[in-house]
């Protein structure tokens, strides 16, 4: 078989494109946030988590401190452990290739393998995905990185509202449902309340605190708040939920 | 203040996350409680992060053109816009309004 004949490399470039593209929010706004272009390459480059990497600069924007800047992109980075474990049980990848396939699971990568179901089709997808991802984030970080330094002053052009709306846009698809939405309104409480008493950046790590606890009290799905993103599968995704919503109905009547 | 090695320390600590996966038993994928925290953590820090960069400046809350983004960032995603234009809204919406003399 062709190896673009296959689903799961088609699905898997197509994701590429989307998130790749997106690396140079990115760029823009840590070059905006006063990293210089080797720091900002470091982050894509070699801690290469979106959320974590846009994690890091927001803390640092807001005035808090490194320490605070790399609690948060630790803990933002948890779910990427759980991912390893989930790619480890599905791919059994052996000896040495683990250690490149770390480096590139992500949200993306881990979705686009776990939507297949041959095993084959599975490690295709998530290659395509990861290395696709790798590339090109890494090439339109750059990008962003230079447009960034050519702007000048960030507030005119509005940089400080684009990090708003990019950590808006990164929790906005792990939203589904009525329980992500308390443990963000939550958050964001303990945030407000947080903020005139501790350090800036600190009141992140008392959000992530008040989540996390919620989570360990709690009885909810257990896979809350791991979506990709960027979704591999939209359609199918509200295909099934579409189904879903039918057999409800039909229970209902 | 120099970020160098904080930020190598948290690429590190990344990778390490990410490797760790690899290793640990299978066993503990089944542990729910684990799941759940790393995935009610991730919502908690990221909806943290909208707050701190809408509404924080330094240890004080300003309501001023970022807000403005906020709004235009929740109606983009709400029309189902992909992630760079929410960006492209969100950053348009703050300048906008700085040009409107809101700041």
């Known amino acids: ?47 290469f988590s979106g959320g974590s990497q846009f994690a890091f600069i927001g803390v640092v924007a807001g005035g808090g401190s490194g320490i605070a800047a ?28 683990k250690y490149p396939q770390a480096h590139i699971t992500i949200d993306e990568s881990t979705a686009t393998a776990s939507g297949q ?7 295709r997808g998530f290659w395509t995905a990861g290395v696709g991802i790798f ?15 050519a702007l000048g002053d960030p507030k005119q052009w509005g940089l400080d509202g684009a990090a708003v709306a990019a950590f808006l846009g990164l929790l906005w698809p792990r939203l589904k449902g009525r329980e992500p939405w308390a443990i963000a309104a939550a ?22 605190v008040v989540a996390g ?4 009290f709690s009885h909810g799905r257990s896979d809350e708040g791991m979506e990709p993103d960027v979704d591999p599968y939209p359609h199918e995704r509200s295909r099934a939920d579409q189904a879903d919503q039918d057999s409800k109905e039909r229970n209902a009547e | 203040m120099n970020l160098w090695p904080w930020i190598l320390i948290a690429c590190g600590l990344a990778y390490l996350t990410k490797l760790s996966g690899y290793f640990v038993p ?33 240890q004080s809350l300003a309501f001023d053109a970022r807000l403005g983004a906020l709004v235009a960032g929740a109606i983009a995603l709400w029309l189902r816009a992909p992630f760079l234009v929410v960006v492209i809204v969100g950053s348009a919406a703050a300048a906008c309004l700085r040009l409107l003399g809101w700041r």
């Open chain 1, 187 to 208: 958050a964001a409480l303990a945030t407000i309340i947080a903020v005139p008493f501790v350090p800036a950046g600190v009141p992140i790590l008392v959000a992530a």
């Open chain 1, 213 to 216: 606890a919620i989570g360990w």
């Open chain 1, 70 to 97: 790399m609690t948060a992109a630790a803990l933002l980075g948890l779910r990427n452990g759980i991912y390893g474990m989930q790619m480890n049980a599905l791919l059994r990848p052996g000896g040495w290739l």
């Open chain 1, 135 to 149: 590339v090109l984030w890494n090439i339109f970080t750059a990008v962003g990185a230079l447009a960034g330094d």
């Open chain 2, 26 to 58: 299978a066993k503990l994928l089944r542990s729910p409680r684990m799941m759940r925290v790393a995935g009610t953590m991730t919502i908690g820090l990221l909806a943290s992060l909208t707050v701190v960069n809408a509404v924080a400046s330094g």
């Open chain 1, 1 to 47: 078989m062709k190896l673009l004949e296959s689903p799961a490399v088609k699905v898997g470039l197509s994701i590429s494109i989307a998130t790749g593209l997106y690396g140079i929010s990115f760029g823009a706004l840590a070059s905006a946030s006063g990293f210089n272009f080797w720091q900002t390459m470091a982050f894509s480059l070699l801690m």
């Open chain 1, 117 to 123: 179901s041959d095993p084959d089709e599975q490690r």
